[in-house]
C-alpha cells in the first residue's frame, strides 16, 4: 500500500473506512471499530498512575486547514516504556513532539480541538512557560546531534543554562548522567574530547545522558535507534529499560520488534489516528483490531 | 536524423550538428578566455616589473615609513663637499645606486664646540627654543602643562629696523615697556577711513589672511573647517549664521573686503567713516630685547620675529628635576640671550666629535634629497660654498613611504568592521531567527540585496550626508550650523557662561552652581548660551576615521548580512532543537547552540568583507580621507583620557586606495612620483591577496574541522 502524507488526508474518520474496506473481513473491523469507539482507549491500564493525559486532541501544522492528528484520546502512565507504532506518516512523531511543544517551533501549527495535560496541567495553557515545560519534558532525537564540543560540555549544557556554574556541582551532574546513560566506564577518561569523536551508539547515548542531566519527568524519544546498528540498538535499548525505574518514557519506534522488547504500552497509529491502545503483550499477541493484526503481521506499512 | 551505421558499439558517437560550428565556438570562448587572461598578465606583470624594483631598493622603509617628500636637486660640480654621515646615508638611500657620481668618499670626524649644562624646573622657554633643544638631544622631549603669557620674552632684532605704528598701539608699546622708544619718534598725520560694513548671511569662501584680520573684530562667523598647517593659502569655507553691521578700520577692511582678492567677503552696503590717524616712527637698533609678549606681538606686524609663541605664551619646564642637555654654543648663545626666565646650572663647554663624510661630485648631478638632508648640506657648506645648485624641485610623495595610508586603512577597516559584524551579525539573527517567514522578511530581505548593488559613490554621498553632517554628537559647544541641539545635562566641572553681548561671543569662566546656570539659561535664553550644558547636537562628526568607518560599514553591510544568514540556516535545526529541548530559552538556544557555530562562516565572509572595504575609494573621499598628512593619527591626539578617544576617531586619515588616487591623478605627474605609484599599488594588492588568502585558509580549516 502507498504510503501518503498528512496533508494528503482528507479530515474525515472515513480513512480507516477506506483502509478497512481494502482488507478481507471488514465485518471483524467494523465491530471491533465500534466496541472501541464506547471505551476510553486507556481503559487497559486499571491503577496505573498517569503522567500524560491527551484528550481528543487534534493537530494541524497548517493554520487548522487540514488535520495532522485526529482526536487522539491517549493516557500514559509514569514510570512506564509506552511505544507508538505505525507507518511512517501516522502523526506519532508529531504527537511526540506535542507533549513537549517542539511544534511551537513550527509558526503554523494549530492545537485544533483538545488538550495535554501533563501532571494534571494543561501544557498549552497561558501561563505554561515551554521553557520550564521542555526542562519536565525532556527530548531524544531520531538522529543523535551532540553540540560540537566536548562530552563534559554537551552533558553540562542543560545544568549550565539553568545558571549552574559551580565546577563541583557540574562535575556531580556529569557523572550522575554519564552513568544514568551507561556511558560513563567508556568515556570517563576523555571527558574533555570532542563529542563527535564517538561512535553512533555511544553519540546517541550521549544525547540521552544530556537529556537525563536537566532531571526530567518525562523522556520523549523519537526514533533514538533509527540511525544506529543493532549492537548499538541493543545497548540504548537495555538503557532504555534501566531508565524506565526513574523516568516515564514514550517512545516512538519503526521497529515492531523494538517495541515488543522494551515498552509495556503500545500505541498503534494510521493516518493520523489512534487505532489501538493497550499493553504491549495484549497487541503483540491479541490485537483488538484487524489493521493492527496486518500492521504487526507486517502484512502492510 | 543521425544514421546508425549498423555497428554493435551502442555508445558510438552520434554526429550532432557540423564540426565547423564546433570548432567556431571552441575558438570564440578559448578567445574571450585567453584575452582576458592576457589583461590580466599585463596589468599584474607592469605593476609587478614596476613596483618591485621601488620596494626592492626602499626595502623595509617603504612601508614602515610615513610619506616622503623629496626634492630633486641639480648640483654643481665640486670637491670637498661634506655632510653628516647620518644625512649622506640619508642621500644614498633616496637616490638609485648608480645614480651619483661620486669620487674620493671619505669619513672624518668633525668637532664643534658645545655647551652641556643643566636645564632647572621653572624655567620659562620658548616654544622655538624648546624644539630646538628637542633636536638637538634625542631623546628628550618635554610634556608641559603649564604656559606662561605674562612674563617677558627676548627678540632679536639682527639689523635696524624701522618700525610705524598707529597712535593706540604706540601708546600701548609705549606704556608696556618704555625704554624700548629711543628719542627720535617722528609723527605723520594720514587721513584713513573706518568702515561701516554691512555683511549678508551665507557661506563664504574665506582666506587665512582675511580670517586673521576679521578675528579680533566683532563680526560673529565660524569656520567650517580649520586652515591646515602644511597649507597656509588655502581658501576654507565659513559660515555666517546672520546678517550683521560692523565697524572695521582701513587695515582690516582691505585684507577682508577687498573684491580683487581671493577669500574675501562681498559687501552688502558699506559707509565710509573719514578720519584722520596720526602714524608714529622710530628706529629700533640692532640687538637683543626682553619685553612682554603682547608688546612683542604689536611688533610683530612689523616684521620682528620671535621664538615664543605669542598667542599661548612661554613654555613652563615642569621637570620633576633638572635635565642634563647639551647645545650648539651658537645655539646655546641665542637660547640665553632670548630667554630671560630660563635657569641653567653647570654650565660646562665641551667638543664634540661627529662623523662626517666628505666627497667630491665629479660632475653635475641630479641628487634626490629630503628636505632635512637638504637643510643639513646646505649648513654644513655654507662657509666653504661648495655646495652649489642650479635648481630644486620638490616632487610630493617621490620618496615613497605608505605608512600613514596603511594604517589609515586599518583603522578605516577595524571600525567598519566593528560596525558591521555588530549590526549585520543583529540583523541577520533577527531575519533568521526571530522574524515570521512573511512577505515583510522578504521584501526587507530584497531590500537589504538591492543595497548591494548602489555604486559605492552614492554611499559615499550617503555617508556625507548622515554622517558627516547630520550624525548626533555630545558637545558642550554646538556648531553654528547644528540641525538640532538638545540640552542634556550639565556639565559636572565649573559651568562656563558663554555670554552673547551686543552681538558678540565671550566665554567667561565663573564660580557659577549649576542651577544658576539652568535658572540664567531658562530666563535670559535670549542673551546666553549656557555653555555648563552638554549637548545633543545633530551636527555630523565632520571628515573623520568614524564617518568612514561607518559609511563603509553600511556599504559592506548587504554582504555580511546574507554570509551571516547563510552561515547560521547551515547550522544544523537539530541544534536549536536539542537545546530547546533541554530547557534553553530562544536567547539561550541562539547564544550557545547556534552563533558559535555559525561564526567561522561569519568570520571568513568578514575577511572577504575586508578586502572588499579596504579597496574602496568613493565612499571615503567625502568621509574620511586625507590627501596629505604627515603624522600618524595618534601622534596628533592632545587630550586625555575618553576625550583622547573621541579626538582620534575624529580625525581625517590616508588610506591607501586614496593615496594611490593623489600619487596617480592629483598631484603633478614626474619620473620621481611615477614608481612610488606602482610601489604602492603593489604593497596594496600584497595585503590585498594576503586577506584573500586568509579567508580561503580560514575557510578551509573551518570546513575540515566542523563536521556535524
Known amino acids: ?301 | 536524423m543521425a544514421k546508425h551505421k549498423s555497428s554493435n558499439n551502442p555508445f558510438c558517437k552520434k554526429q550532432l550538428g557540423k564540426p565547423v560550428s564546433e570548432i567556431f565556438q571552441y575558438g570564440f570562448f578559448s578567445f574571450a578566455t585567453y584575452c582576458i587572461m592576457l589583461c590580466a598578465l599585463v596589468i599584474f606583470g607592469k605593476i609587478i616589473i614596476e613596483g618591485a624594483p621601488v620596494i626592492w631598493r626602499k626595502g623595509a622603509d617603504f612601508i614602515t615609513q610615513k610619506p616622503q617628500t623629496l626634492a630633486v636637486v641639480e648640483a654643481v660640480e665640486a670637491e670637498g663637499i661634506e655632510i653628516p654621515t647620518d644625512n649622506f646615508d640619508n642621500i644614498l638611500s633616496s637616490n638609485d645606486d648608480d645614480a651619483l657620481p661620486l669620487k674620493n668618499v671619505e669619513e672624518f670626524k668633525k668637532s664643534f664646540a658645545y655647551k652641556r649644562f643643566l636645564l632647572m624646573p621653572g624655567s620659562i622657554i620658548g616654544e622655538g627654543y624648546l624644539k630646538s633643544i628637542e633636536q638637538q638631544n634625542k631623546g628628550f622631549f618635554l610634556i608641559y602643562t603649564e604656559r606662561d603669557t605674562k612674563s617677558s620674552a627676548g627678540f632679536s632684532v639682527a639689523s635696524d629696523k624701522e618700525i610705524t605704528l598707529m597712535t593706540d598701539q604706540f601708546e600701548k608699546l609705549k606704556s608696556l615697556i618704555p625704554k624700548l622708544i629711543p628719542a627720535g619718534v617722528t609723527t605723520r598725520e594720514v587721513t584713513l577711513s573706518d568702515y561701516k560694513v554691512t555683511i549678508a548671511k551665507g557661506d563664504y569662501a574665506l582666506s587665512k589672511t582675511a580670517h586673521d584680520a576679521l578675528a579680533p573684530t566683532d563680526l560673529i562667523f565660524q569656520m567650517r573647517q580649520g586652515f591646515p598647517d602644511d597649507e597656509p593659502d588655502k581658501i576654507c569655507q565659513s559660515i555666517i549664521p546672520k546678517t550683521q553691521t560692523i565697524t572695521v578700520d582701513a587695515n582690516t577692511y582691505f585684507a577682508a573686503f577687498d573684491e580683487d582678492e581671493n577669500g574675501t567677503l562681498p559687501i552688502q552696503s558699506q559707509e565710509d567713516l573719514p578720519k584722520t590717524t596720526i602714524f608714529h616712527q622710530f628706529t629700533l637698533a640692532k640687538g637683543v630685547y626682553y619685553a612682554p609678549l603682547s608688546a612683542i606681538a604689536i611688533l610683530a606686524n612689523q616684521g620682528i620675529t620671535t621664538q615664543h609663541n605669542l598667542v599661548r605664551g612661554s613654555i613652563v619646564v615642569n621637570l620633576a628635576e633638572p635635565a642634563e642637555l647639551t647645545l650648539p654654543v651658537s645655539n646655546y648663545e641665542q637660547l640665553i640671550a632670548a630667554n630671560p626666565g630660563i635657569k641653567l646650572e653647570d654650565v660646562t663647554d665641551f667638543e664634540q666629535k661627529v662623523d662626517y663624510t666628505r666627497f667630491t661630485l665629479a660632475k653635475d648631478a641630479e641628487i634626490r634629497i629630503d628636505t632635512e638632508d637638504l637643510d643639513a648640506i646646505t649648513r654644513a657648506n655654507e662657509e666653504s660654498g661648495k655646495f652649489k645648485t642650479n635648481s630644486e624641485n620638490t616632487h610630493s610623495y617621490s620618496g615613497g613611504g605608505i605608512l600613514g595610508p596603511i594604517v589609515g586603512t586599518g583603522l578605516l577597516v577595524i571600525i567598519c568592521m566593528v560596525v558591521a559584524l555588530f549590526t549585520g551579525i543583529g540583523a541577520a539573527t533577527f531575519l533568521n531567527e526571530y522574524a515570521r517567514k512573511g512577505a515583510f522578511t522578504k521584501s526587507l530581505r530584497l531590500a537589504m540585496l538591492n543595497l548591494a548593488g548602489v555604486p559605492s559613490i552614492v554611499f559615499g554621498l550617503f555617508g556625507l550626508g548622515l554622517f558627516v553632517m547630520l550624525a548626533p554628537s555630545l558637545t558642550s559647544t554646538p556648531h553654528i550650523e547644528s540641525k538640532l541641539s538638545l540640552p542634556l545635562a550639565p556639565v559636572a566641572s565649573t559651568p562656563q557662561l558663554r555670554v552673547v553681548e551686543e552681538k558678540k561671543i565671550h566665554m567667561e569662566t565663573r564660580e557659577l552652581s549649576t542651577s544658576t546656570v539652568v535658572a540664567a539659561a531658562r530666563s535670559n535664553s535670549q542673551e546666553y548660551f549656557h555653555d555648563g550644558w552638554t549637548y545633543l547636537s545633530f551636527e555630523g562628526w565632520g571628515t573623520c576615521m568614524l564617518a568612514g568607518g561607518f559609511t563603509l560599514a553600511i556599504m559592506v553591510l548587504p554582504v555580511i548580512i546574507t554570509s551571516c544568514e547563510e552561515s547560521l540556516r547551515a547550522v544544523p535545526m537539530g541544534f536549536r532543537e536539542a537545546s530547546l529541548a533541554l530547557g534553553a530559552s530562544k536567547w539561550q538556544s541562539i547564544r550557545t547552540a547556534v552563533l558559535p557555530y555559525a561564526l567561522p562562516g561569519i568570520l571568513t565572509a568578514s575577511v572577504l568583507g575586508i578586502t572588499r572595504v579596504a579597496g574602496e575609494t568613493a565612499p571615503i573621499m567625502f568621509t574620511a580621507a586625507a590627501a596629505e598628512r604627515s603624522d600618524l593619527p595618534w601622534e596628533a591626539v592632545q587630550s586625555t583620557g575618553f576625550a583622547a578617544f573621541v579626538e582620534f576617531l575624529q580625525q581625517s586619515v590616508q588610506a591607501l586606495p586614496y593615496h594611490i588616487y593623489t600619487v596617480a591623478g592629483r598631484i603633478p605627474q614626474s619620473e620621481y612620483t611615477e614608481p612610488m605609484q606602482y610601489g604602492s599599488v603593489l604593497v596594496f594588492m600584497l595585503i590585498v591577496m594576503a586577506l584573500a588568502g586568509i579567508s580561503i585558509w580560514l575557510r578551509i580549516h573551518f570546513r575540515n574541522k566542523i563536521k556535524w
Open chain 1, 1 to 301: 500500500m502507498t504510503q501518503k502524507k498528512p496533508q494528503n488526508i482528507e479530515p474525515t474518520a472515513s480513512a480507516i473506512d477506506q483502509a478497512v474496506s481494502q482488507s478481507p473481513s471488514s465485518e471483524h473491523t467494523e465491530q471491533a471499530k465500534a466496541q472501541l469507539a464506547q471505551t476510553r482507549p486507556t481503559n487497559h491500564l486499571n491503577g496505573l498512575k498517569t503522567m500524560v493525559e491527551i484528550d481528543d486532541l487534534s493537530f494541524s501544522y497548517d493554520m487548522g486547514k487540514t488535520n495532522t492528528l485526529q482526536n487522539i484520546t491517549l493516557d500514559i502512565p509514569e514510570k512506564q516504556v509506552t511505544a507508538f507504532i505505525g507507518p511512517s506518516g501516522c502523526g506519532k512523531s508529531t504527537l511526540i513532539r506535542c507533549l513537549n511543544r517542539m511544534n511551537d517551533l513550527v509558526e503554523t501549527s494549530r492545537i485544533t480541538s483538545g488538550q495535554i495535560r501533563i501532571m494534571d496541567q494543561n501544557i498549552h495553557s497561558k501561563s505554561v512557560s515551554p521553557i520550564e515545560l521542555r526542562k519536565q519534558v525532556g527530548m531524544v532525537f531520531q538522529k543523535y546531534n551532540p553540540f560540537p564540543k566536548s562530552i563534559y560540555d554537551n552533558v553540562a549544557y542543560g545544568p549550565r543554562i539553568q545558571g549552574i556554574k559551580k565546577k563541583s556541582l557540574l562535575d556531580a551532574a556529569v557523572e550522575k548522567s554519564l552513568r544514568g546513560a551507561a556511558l560513563w566506564d567508556e568515556v570517563k577518561d576523555r571527558l574533555k574530547d570532542s563529542a563527535l569523536g564517538l561512535s553512533g551508539g555511544q553519540q546517541q547515548r550521549l544525547c540521552i545522558a544530556r537529556t537525563i542531566a536537566v532531571r526530567p519527568k518525562v523522556i520523549l524519544m523519537d526514533e533514538p535507534c533509527s540511525a544506529l546498528d543493532p549492537i548499538a540498538t541493543a545497548k540504548v535499548e537495555e538503557l532504555i529499560l534501566e531508565l524506565r525505574q526513574d523516568f516515564t518514557i514514550v517512545i516512538v519506534t519503526h521497529s515492531m520488534q523494538q517495541a515488543s522488547r522494551i515498552s509495556d504500552q503500545t500505541a498503534f497509529f494510521y493516518l493520523g489516528e489512534l487505532i489501538e491502545y493497550n499493553t504491549t503483550e495484549h497487541i503483540f499477541t491479541n490485537p483488538s483490531i484487524k489493521q493492527t493484526e496486518d500492521y504487526i503481521s507486517g502484512r502492510f506499512g
